[in-house]
């Protein structure tokens, strides 16, 4: 077997990375995370020939176990060979249920070495989807749209909150992936794909807003204090609760960095008087903003990039997020919380974050509140003061090409909006674009699950203005992509029937020729062109 991993928009050359993922990983963790999909693929076939019903521990598992391959979210091969036996274990519980499958083979894997396993499993990379490279490339686009929505539902049960429909689904999607299936039925799955990350990002945005509040204007400030702080990154808000609640009267402040930027527009956080502001950017830069910040670095989630030895020791892990010698912080027990006590402990010891920056950040514009504007927004469309709306969410990244994004932001008519979520923000969100009649021009709605709100948005307005097609509103879509979580995002808008997306800055490697244009055909995805032709089609309502 060889390392080939296509799901990111930075492969190598765009043709996917085989020696050494642009991320950092190696082509051991790629091959076990591909061989954690191979057993949980095994774990759906024993539930569908159960009923395709699973427990919620057993859906939990799943999305666990899906999530932990998502690009940048973990680089620890012992821990993912841990999850391997863990998904074993319960393929093999499953099976040993009905007697016409064989009984427990667990411990045929129970004292093997990284290499061992990969030695006695069948091929585990994309290339085993199927030899038809078409049929390949909508397997891949249901699986890494199942891997981003197992993320969103990941966070959705640290809350509390479950979805059996959305469980069930893992069972159909995965047990699907092993089977020959038509173009037809593929191009099916996909949709149907599409529509179940809706009901994943509703959950979500269910479990947040009801456990935090909704998301309300907030102005966030970059700057730093006199105390020593602890940076969190990632998506998790529960963990968030938690490490607020423990640093509350320690003399440590807490910074968010990069998707936990949107923590600072839920009214419970709003309570700690410690939790300071957002200190730096996107994942990406994080190599050189973690060095400057002095203090303890919590990792929530995904968007690890590979680790500094000047700040090693001072970063720390915890959920689904892994890398190799860093100290990974263990889940919560029933009804308590994570133990942050170490990085309080540490951060007590540590000099004040060095400054960045000096400014604010403007956010909380997800779909409560925004519907809570919809006069004032509505007003400003029907007397002309807002021509467009510019749908701009997704994915950051390294490449010089997303400097696209900022420049789109910048040349936009000073009449047009920009929608956002996710990381894709920090290409445009501290340029001052100003606003219009007091609607700012960068409406931020939060983290890259928050797109549902986006798109919560756009289907009220579509009531409000008393359209029968979606696709009639002054709405453009130009989103950027660089993961799974995109992929499923992308999926769920075109499940709402969102045509004519832009998509940038490559289109997925993984789609051939012969699948992309049934989505031109059918949904009208195009790639990202020049700045100035894009403005000039997005504008015309092309």
Known sequence: MSMHCNQCQESVRGTGCTVRGVCGKDDMTAKLQDLLVYATEGVALAAELQGGAVSRAVGQLISESLFVTVTNTNFDEDAVVEHIRKTLAKRDELNATLSQLPAHDAARWSGSTKTEFLAKAETSGIEALSENEDLRSLKSLVLYGVKGLAAYTDHAAALGYHDDDIYAFYVKSLAALTKELSLDELTALVLETGAVAVKAMALLDKANTESYGHPEITTVKTGVGTNP?????????????????????????????????????????????????????????????????????????????????????????????????????????????????????????????????????????????????????????????????????????????????????????????????????????????????????VLDAGQCNDSYSLAVIALKLKEVFGLDDINDLPISFDIAWYEQKAVTVLLALLYLGIKGIRLGPTLPEFLTPNVAAVLVEKFGIKPISTVNADIEAMMAGA
């Open 229 to 441: 702080g602890i940076l969190i990154s990632g998506h998790d808000l529960r963990d968030m609760e938690d490490l607020l609640k423990q640093t509350e009267g320690t003399g440590v402040d807490v910074y968010t960095h990069c998707e936990m930027l949107p923590a600072h527009y839920y009214p419970a956080f709003k309570n700690y008087p410690h939790f300071v502001g957002n200190y730096g950017s996107a994942w990406w830069a994080q190599d050189r903003e973690f060095d400057t910040f002095n203090g303890p670095i919590l990792m929530t989630t995904n968007c690890i990039v590979p680790v500094r030895e000047s700040y090693r020791s001072r970063m720390f892990t915890t959920g689904m997020a892994g890398y190799p010698g860093l100290k990974h912080i263990a889940a919560r027990p029933e009804g308590g919380q994570k133990d942050f006590s170490g990085l309080v402990a540490l951060a007590k010891t540590c000099k004040p974050p060095v400054e960045l920056e000096n400014g604010e950040i403007v956010g909380g514009f997800a779909h409560n509140q925004v519907l809570a504007l919809a006069d004032k927004v509505v007003d400003a469309v029907k007397s002309g003061a807002i021509k467009r709306f510019v749908v701009m969410a997704g994915c950051d990244g390294r490449h010089a090409t997303r400097q696209y994004y900022t420049d789109v932001a910048s040349a936009l008519p000073k009449d047009t909006v920009i929608l956002t979520a996710g990381c894709a923000k920090y290409r445009y969100n501290k340029l001052q674009l100003g606003d219009i009649g007091g609607i700012p021009r």
